[in-house]
């Protein structure tokens, strides 16, 4: 009799592995999930209405004015500081928020074990989120600030009053604005990162950057100009002044500007640390 064989499948073991997961794919990863939430959409077209809008808003009523002011005010009058004044005193509100829902939203939802499973090497989901997070707000903050200084200098055209990216220090203020409010953001990712909490986040940096400024000049005159110059906040006021001296008792423009990256890095790098060693 003759005997029927059944031929077995060949196992075959699976490929091994080879190297590891990188930053290229995080980054495509986080960019998706960044622009997946429909709040982000909302939180940046408020960014844009709120700088544009605010800025339009200033220089139209100042151009109303104008005829009524007096000398004085008109001779320190800056239409660049005017135009760009939405982005940087409100528009660093709003963007302090999404800074602060990037990270921390995560962990409200419990979606940051599953961005940890996925991705299991912490520091470079850190990074990912961070670089995301910071070229978008970037994008946007430019677009604000070029958008609110060409309408609001053809809103001033009618007082003869006006700037050109070309004289000094204006291109450096328009700038300096978007590269100020997202620094601001950074500093309310970094924050987040430290405390996973996003309402604890916004208020402690909106205590940071808005609150104690105030509480500061409570203080004696010599003793207000000697803090001044550390706080996070006087980097935006000295970058956007474009006419007459900087005030005597702030480091340069971009000196000033350097303490609050400063700032932002060290938080940043402490967020990465406590990011890397906690429990998701």
């Known amino acids: 009799m003759a005997t029927t064989t059944q031929s077995q499948p060949i196992l075959t073991a699976l490929p091994p592995a080879s190297g590891r997961a990188g930053l290229g794919g995080t980054l495509a990863s986080e960019f998706t999930k960044i622009r ?161 909490h996003t309402a604890g986040t916004i208020t402690a940096v909106i205590g940071l950057l808005f609150v104690i400024p105030i509480l500061v000049h409570l203080l004696p005159q010599s003793w207000y100009q000697d803090v001044e110059r550390w706080l996070p906040d006087a980097a935006g006021r000295a970058l956007s002044v474009t006419v007459g001296p900087p005030p005597a008792h702030l480091f340069p423009a971009w000196g000033q500007f350097a303490v609050f990256a400063v700032y932002t890095a060290v938080l940043l790098v402490v967020g990465a640390v406590l990011f890397r060693k906690r429990d998701a």
Not at 61 to 71: P, V, Y
Not at 123 to 132: F, L, M, P, S
Not at 156 to 182: E, K, M
Request: a positive charge; charged letters at 5%; one cysteine or more.
């Open 36 to 196: 997946s939430v429909r709040s982000t959409y909302w939180t940046l077209l408020v960014l844009l209405v709120v700088s544009v809008g605010i800025g339009a808003a200033i220089s139209a009523g100042t151009a109303a004015s104008w005829s009524h002011m007096a000398a004085s005010d008109r001779a320190t009058f800056d239409p660049t500081q005017a135009s760009v004044a939405g982005l940087f005193y409100l528009g660093q509100l709003v963007i302090v928020v999404f800074g602060a829902m990037t990270l921390t939203a995560e962990y409200s939802t419990g979606m940051i074990r599953t961005s940890l499973t996925a991705m299991p090497r912490r520091t470079v989901v850190y990074a990912a989120k961070a670089a995301i997070f910071a070229v978008v707000a970037l994008v946007v903050t430019f677009v604000a600030a070029f958008i609110s200084f060409f309408l609001g200098q053809l809103l001033l055209g009618s007082t003869h009053d006006i700037a050109t990216l070309s004289q000094p220090n204006v291109l450096r203020a328009v700038i300096g604005s978007a590269l100020y409010v997202t620094l601001c953001g950074l500093f309310a990712f970094a924050v987040g990162a430290i405390l996973r």
